[in-house]
């Protein structure tokens, strides 16, 4: 069952003096939990990190003037319906933009929903046309909204489409399903995915409270099936900017066989500012995280230059050159010579 947000006073996550500040919200911005997400949140809990994530809040009408509609600019490299063309050798493919949950930080947030459709066949007809026609393409993200709420029929007719594409050598599903409503992801799904090219799949988990025994099932499938599994995460204020919480998240991912990718800055979407930190203080976080973790488990930090410019690593730089030459960091933050002179190891 989907919950909307009459139903969230019911189901104890709205007090009910908030509910005519939360139907506001969801005129603006469209509101949807899974049972599975309801499961997890604590309602006595006023800073539940879950709940954060799903459930609306009067905030998001404060908008910063460097907030905008489209923050990472998808509509001025979208050439043709249900493609985004920001790099050379790759595309975004959006087949739909409706999803089983709605993040209250999202960067598609005015674009998902009760206006976002399924691509119809003739659209995405002219959207395969649009890969085949050009063999710079290397790589195909399927998005949305969320691919892996289309019927599996139609995710094995989409997977055969693009591979049929000579050019086309890999195609990656970015999703929050597994996560947020696991049980979508069946034998007819798993099957749907396969493919002679590379087929990959990238997870959507931002807190280690969201690795539930039901979601860790729906990754297990998915793993047992040889498919190739990542992860991105988004950095949140108040949900998951903590050392030892990015530790945990990234260590269970790792042990379910899903290699951490992206770690986002939160994009300037409208309403979302509450959601976001420093970039100085994401840098801190990735130090203390390579002290702490595995190479495994470092995810790479990054920031999507506003106005389609694509994403770019931010991180903490561990290198830089003096006039005696590089100077660089270890995990513990001390500096050392490279190369180191003499027989022993120079520090700074």
Not at 2 to 28: H, I, N, Y
Not at 46 to 74: H, L
Request: charged share 25%; with cysteine.
């Amino acid at each position: 069952m989907t919950l909307r947000a009459d139903d969230l006073v019911p189901a104890g996550l709205v007090a009910p003096e908030r509910l005519d500040g939360v139907r506001q919200v969801a005129k603006r911005f469209q509101v949807a939990l899974t049972d599975d997400i309801v499961a997890l949140i604590d309602p006595g809990d006023a800073a539940d990190p879950i709940a954060a994530q799903f459930v609306p809040s009067a905030v998001e009408f404060e908008t910063a003037s460097e907030e905008q509609a489209d923050p990472i600019g998808d509509e001025r490299r979208s050439p043709v319906p249900g493609i985004v063309h920001r790099y050379r050798d790759r595309v975004l493919l959006k087949p739909t933009l409706v999803c089983p949950v709605y993040c209250r930080y999202c960067f598609r947030r005015e674009q998902i929903g009760a206006r976002g459709k399924v691509l119809g066949r003739a659209a995405l007809e002219r959207a395969y046309s649009y890969i085949r026609e050009r063999p710079e393409i290397w790589e195909v993200v399927v998005t949305g909204g969320d691919p892996f709420l289309l019927a599996p029929r139609r995710i094995g007719e989409l997977v055969a489409a693009v591979a049929a594409v000579e050019h086309v050598q890999v195609i990656r599903f970015h999703t929050r399903v597994p996560i947020v409503d696991p049980r979508r992801v069946s034998a007819r799904l798993v099957q749907a995915l396969e493919a002679e090219k590379a087929v990959y799949v990238v997870v959507h988990a931002n807190h280690p409270r969201e690795l539930s025994d039901t979601a860790r099932a729906a990754v297990a499938r998915l793993a047992r099936a040889g498919i190739p599994l990542l992860s991105q995460s988004v950095l949140l204020r108040g949900v998951n900017d903590d050392a030892a919480v990015l530790e945990e998240l990234f260590r269970k991912l790792v042990a379910m066989r899903v290699k951490p990718y992206y770690l986002h800055h939160p994009d300037l979407a409208r309403g979302t500012g509450h959601f976001r930190g420093d970039i100085a203080d994401g840098q801190r976080l990735m130090r203390e995280l390579r002290r702490r973790a595995s190479g495994l488990c470092q995810p790479t930090y990054v920031l999507d230059i506003p106005g389609g410019h694509g994403k770019v690593p931010v991180g903490p730089c561990w290198l830089k050159n003096d006039a005696a030459g590089w100077v660089v960091e270890d995990a513990g933050g001390t500096a050392h010579r490279y190369p180191p002179r003499g027989r022993g190891e120079d520090t700074v």
